[in-house]
């Protein structure tokens, strides 16, 4: 019984762990994707319609709590910018 009582506790910290490094890069990958576009990237219009959808879809998600979503659709912008990660 305590093997599990200490197994599951282990588990919610490893979790909570994980969603806060999450949570701690969205912010800077959007900052990355917001400094990349102010510097006027060499995309079509289907490219950068997608990084803005992206850049967008990335911030909802953050402030929803979806973090793993969240990292996600950035880095997928970011690979559109060729940011590397």
Known sequence: ????????????LIAGI???AFAASCPLNMK????ALAAG?????AQM???VE???KGE???KSGSHAASVD??????????ISQ
């Open 1 to 12: 019984m305590k093997r599990i009582l200490i197994s599951t506790l282990a588990a919610a």
């Open 18 to 20: 994980s969603t806060s």
């Open 73 to 82: 659709a950035l880095h997928e912008a970011m690979e559109i910018l060729g």
């Open 41 to 45: 990237p060499q995309l079509s219009s």
């Open 49 to 51: 319609a997608k990084v």
């Open 54 to 56: 992206l850049r967008a």
């Open 32 to 35: 990355q994707i917001d400094a």
């Open 60 to 62: 909802a998600d953050h």
